[in-house]
């Protein structure tokens, strides 16, 4: 065995092919220092086991052997081990020299938020994963031992020390037990096996602390904290932090669940609840709530001396261990020895106790609001300041409120609403903001939040804001299941075109050259933010950039101004539609669906009372075979312009093809009232015929179709019109599947 010196008298000395050049700090059952590999004059970790340990061969052996099993470890989240071996009395590990700082040292700076911690917790379940795929138990997961890099990522450090000797046969001293109290799994203190659960634990209880800033079970002294672990139920995170939500604060009581079997079962299993937080998902850890309050009893130890309750209970455990019989967890030994729970005055708090409301100039909990029938409209969430709840006659209605995307903690708040609120309509309906852009991830808890509602019998539906976003939708299939719908403020719109007398459209591109040059009329009276925004949008349509120029248009029109102005603006929004239009229709003649798409997306958005956008949106998804949306959009046209025989024939076609064999009828009736020359109508009305089996009225449809075919092949115009008319403004040319 080496001489013992002292870490600054370690300075200079060459061990292991390394020179010590400073000490980096000191553990229960080691000193790092801050060291230079010689052969490759490269910075180094190298920690030394302390002579108190050096003294047992049996620490030195397994010392060695599980630094050898970590040092094959290979990934990002861990740091690397170099070397391994004994050197002048001395027992060493080399290895990577992590740079950052400890999650022990950001925790000193206060609680993190819930991406940041996330992103730390689950880079260190990524490192135990890989440990744990080698059959390799860290056994001593703490914030001290995680090191967050310089560039973000988290290394857990200390692989294969954290322990040496399980305990001495027949000791009952915690001296034996290698960990840190505060994140001791009660397996780890007890004669119980232990396993990767036990990494499962420790992890919990430092994602606990990430969370809230305090560690979920505190004492006097190691003893004290001993008895917690093993007794007392913890808080919820969300009680001691309400930015927390609920759903976190699930996975984080599995977590550490006092029973190995009650917990994940895998590191791997903690990976996927949190990649589904990450996600924008609903974990698939279970509310224990049912079973627990949030606020659950703690132990009263006033009158208790810890440390003789635990000897006693591991002195049984030790008895049963070598007769050979069935071993006890300490906590249930603890319970029957006198350990006892306090009395608290507190109500048991349940979630719908924890979400509060601004009731005047006051806040009050859920639960006071619905037993005093106060309504929901009147308040506001404190809880998740993105939701707000508006009740309906036929269901509740919770308006996103912003234009910026749900970040994950807003999706967990809004399972958390969903999952708690009573719902005395059975029916829920998430509305997004017209400006709102919806992404990939917004699919995923628009479905996890279907799923949730559809549990408690309850129906769900989104109102999309925009086109743009009904268009994401449907493109990622979510309308199989979950009903869509599209609130237009088609009434204002008209409003709008009646106030202004016909004619008033400036030719051309005039209005634009006039708002490029701010000399539109009636821009005046905006705001400077306002005014800036129209000469934007003008400048945008000169240089061909519609489809910016539609979304600086939302901007301004969701930014309050009001219709007076909207009205002056007019001339400004006609030229942008027309040219947003002659785009749409040249993309679609040319087979260019998603361009088209776009364009036809902002037509219905710009001006939803005009009734372009709505009946080539149809043709669009009758073309993709999503004949129910097709029929809606082509519905919505109809209401636009009630007059135009070429939408009551496209309607008929999509009635057609889902056996609604009647209202196809009536349509191509209602197509034939208004333009009696539409040829195509006569054809397609003598198949209806045939197919309902009204065989003469087929034949004479079929007369009638032929004999206007012979018209049009004889007249001189050479229009290639079916209907030998002009045809409507937007009418398409018809798209083969």
Known sequence: MAKEFSPTEMRGKRIGGCEIVDVIGAGGMGTVYLATQLALNKKVALKILDSKWAVEPKNVENFLREARLAAKLEDEHIVAIYDVGSDQGFHYIVMQLAKGETLKDRLKRGALELEEALAHIEGAAKGLAVAHSHNITHRDIKPANLMIGDDGIVKILDFGLAKLDRKEEGSDDTTQFVGSVAYMAPEQSEYLRIDARTDVYALGITAFQALTGVLPFRGENNWELLVRHHCEEPLAPSVVNSEVPLTMSRVVLKMIAKDPAQRYETIEDVLTDLKLIRRHQLPAAEAPWGKRPLNPAPVDLQATRCDEVYRRGLRQQRDAFRAGKPVKPLREIMLGQGVTFKKSGDPALMPSNFLEFEVGSRRQTLAQVVARDYKFDQEKIVFAERFELKPRSDRLLLNIKGRKTLSIGDVQRLFDLLETLPLRNKAVAVALPPDYTAQGQDIRWIVDAYNLLDKRGCAFSVIVGSMENHTTFINLGIDSHIKLELELERTVSIELEQLVAKGENLPGSMASELGAAGQLPGAEKLTPSARAMVTQISELISTGDLTEAARVWRRLVS???????????????????????????????????????????????????????????????????????????????????????????????????????????????????????????????????????????????????????????????????????????????????
């Open 559 to 737: 930014e309050g101004v009001d219709r007076a102005s909207l009205v002056k603006l007019k001339p400004l929004r006609h030229e942008l539609f027309e040219k947003l239009l002659a785009e749409g229709k040249e993309a679609f003649d040319q087979d260019d669906f998603p361009t088209a798409t776009d364009r036809f997306n902002l037509l219905i958005d710009l001006d939803p009372g005009r009734y372009e956008g709505h009946y080539y949106k149809g043709l669009l998804l009758k073309h993709e075979g999503k004949l129910e949306y097709a029929q809606a959009f082509l519905t919505q046209a109809i209401l636009a312009a009630p007059d135009e025989a070429e939408l009551f024939y496209h309607r008929a076609i999509v009635r057609s093809r889902v056996n609604d064999l009647d209202g196809a009828l009536r349509d191509l009736d209602m197509a034939l009232d208004h333009n009696p020359r539409l040829t195509q109508a006569y054809y397609n009305r003598a198949k209806l015929h045939k197919r309902m089996g009204h065989d003469d009225l087929s034949r004479h449809d079929l007369k009638l179709y032929e004999k206007l075919k012979k018209e049009q092949e004889r007249a001189a115009s050479g229009s290639s019109n079916e209907s030998g008319e002009r045809p409507p403004a937007a009418k398409p040319a018809e798209k083969k599947k």
